[in-house]
């Protein structure tokens, strides 16, 4: 087994003060308030205290053609990385993925295109006002995108070109972006702003904060981790205290790049399952095998407590049910997780005690894990111990991996070396490439796909491996121990549904 908890994130310190440049713009402003004159009510116990817009003169939001222009700049001058994603989908995993998606529409558009578009297909000749077919009167699902980025320049606007498709499908109004980003050395501050004006004047709002403080402030490593993580979500507590807006889902994300799809699919499982935290898998090349191995298992745990493998994907995990179904591309429940993007439900952050990242309470002889193990920890605590890994969402932090993980699909005479004569056409749902463990992007739903998963109470013990960080190892420092869970995580109600995000289907 071998730890490399995130090693990207521990590189040495550098600090350059560079001024700050926040573009917050009076005019962006103006744009936004548009949004908040539209009554949301919020399902879960909060009282509505309906924010009061002062009248303001109104900066029109671009007309559809104004926005469909920005869309087509922003996604073609951009993805570098994940412009393959989904761009040759088979056209039945597009139509299935349409279908399935559809219920996280959050506009009323007279036109498909944009919809089609976001999927990596070009618009069919549809009449662009044709009525939208979803009914958008129920109260807008919010969504909160939580972002830490450092010398980020490579992977802004693969970033961004992917945000801005999937704010396309889930509603711009309803995406709020925060970025935290802690003294980058490159150009990233640049191209930040850059994104920031052209997402902005479509109505999606984007926040970017620089901080100046470096690790040398503080004690522990993993303390400073958590702050950074914490900084991306002062905008969330912000808007509940100024204006009273809650968010409905936090999509929490490093510098890596998932698909369209992928995240798509990420936010679709957390809301079909109503789910605490809902992870994908992310995948590293291991020199040794000559294979791209499971990466994040400093922190992944399975639903028994035991540490996921780093080891290909039929290996990854020891829980025998938990192996099956994995192995079987189904969702799986697990006991922590993070894994390059999670998807977090936000009442444990709103409502006291409030959840937030921290490091172990290392005097009350808490185990010193991640600070990613030690929310889930808490999520549990508080009652939202839904916590899944969805396997058909792969992430790969470079460009081998990405290619092994996401072979292309070939065309089925190639495979069997001879073509058929006359006869049914193939079929599609039994191509022998969607059995492999790493096959095509597009590979077609089944139908338990969909199902929602059986949760369970945790487990009584974790493992845990250490990492005080007092010496200078990169990695866990502490001999691992079976560490006691808290009884709360151990009852029926540490799972049942608190906060109910499911979507109409
Ligand atoms: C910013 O945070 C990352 C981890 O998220 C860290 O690797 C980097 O060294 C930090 N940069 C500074 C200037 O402290
Ligand atoms: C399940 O957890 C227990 C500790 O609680 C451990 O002893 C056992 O080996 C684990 N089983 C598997 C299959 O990992
Ligand atoms: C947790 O449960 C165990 C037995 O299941 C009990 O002995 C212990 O006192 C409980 N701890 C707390 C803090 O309630
Ligand atoms: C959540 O809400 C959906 C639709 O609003 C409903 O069908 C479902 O039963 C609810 N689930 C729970 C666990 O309350």
């Not at 071998?2 to 962006?28: D, E, H, M, Q, Y």
């Not at 802004?156 to 935290?180: E, H």
Request: aromatic fraction near 12%; glycine fraction near 6%.
């Amino acid at each position: 087994m071998n730890p490399k908890p995130s090693s990207s994130r521990f590189n040495a310190l550098i600090k350059i003060p560079t001024p700050i440049a926040l573009c917050i713009g009076v005019i962006c402003g103006l744009l936004i308030s548009n949004f908040f004159s539209a009554p949301s009510i919020p399902s879960w116990p909060y009282t509505h205290i309906p924010s009061r817009t002062p009248l303001r003169n109104k900066v029109p939001l671009p007309t559809h053609q104004q926005r469909e222009r920005v869309f087509n700049l922003l996604t073609s001058l951009s993805p570098h990385y994940t412009k393959e994603c989904t761009r040759q989908s088979q056209p039945l995993y597009v139509q299935q993925a349409q279908e399935r998606y559809a219920p996280l529409k959050g506009y009323q558009s007279p036109n498909h295109g944009f919809w089609l578009s976001a999927l990596g297909l070009s618009p069919s000749p549809q009449s662009p006002y044709q009525a939208s077919t979803s009914d958008v009167t129920a109260k807008p699902h919010k969504y909160f995108f939580a972002i830490n980025l450092y010398n980020s320049f490579d992977v802004i606007p693969d970033l961004f070109a992917t945000l801005f498709k999937v704010a396309s499908i889930l509603g711009y109004q309803n995406v709020y972006v925060s970025i935290y980003e802690n003294g980058s050395t490159d150009q990233t501050k640049a191209l930040l702003r850059i994104f920031d004006a052209l997402t902005r004047s479509v109505g999606m709002r984007v926040t970017i904060r620089t901080s100046m403080r470096t690790r040398g402030a503080f004690v522990h490593r993993i303390e400073y981790l958590a702050e950074v993580r914490n900084a991306a979500f002062v905008p969330l507590h912000e808007l509940r205290e100024s204006n009273n807006e809650i968010f409905d889902t936090i999509i929490f994300m490093n510098d890596i790049l998932p698909c369209v799809d992928d995240l798509l699919e990420l936010i679709w499982q957390s809301r079909r399952n109503s789910a605490g935290i809902t992870c994908a898998a992310d995948y590293m090349y291991h020199d040794d095998l000559g294979a791209p191995v499971f990466y994040d298992n400093w922190v992944a745990r399975d639903i028994n407590g035991t540490a996921l493998e780093n080891a290909p994907f039929n290996a990854i995990f020891h829980h025998p049910p938990s192996a099956h179904a994995w192995q079987a591309h189904l969702p799986v429940q697990v006991q922590s997780c993070w894994n390059g993007v999670a998807i977090l439900d936000p009442a444990p952050f709103y409502s006291p005690p409030h959840v937030k990242f921290r490091m172990a309470k290392i005097v009350q002889g808490e185990c010193s894990a991640s600070e990613c193990s030690l929310i889930c920890n808490d999520y549990w605590e508080r009652g939202y111990g839904r916590i899944m890994m969805v396997p058909r969402v792969k992430l790969a932090y470079d460009r081998k991996v990405f290619d092994i993980i996401h072979p292309k699909r070939r065309n089925l005479e190639k495979i069997r070396g001879y073509s058929r004569l006359g006869g049914l056409p193939d079929n599609p749902r039994t191509d022998p490439q969607d059995r492999a463990w790493f096959g095509p992007h597009d590979r077609l739903f089944t139908e338990e796909e969909g199902e929602p998963i059986d949760f369970v109470p945790g487990p009584s013990h974790v493992w845990c491996w250490g990492w005080d960080g007092a010496g200078d190892l990169d990695g866990p420092d502490v001999d691992p121990i079976w560490e006691p869970m808290a009884n709360r995580s151990r009852l029926a109600d540490a799972i049942l549904v608190k906060h109910n995000r499911s979507m109409i289907l």
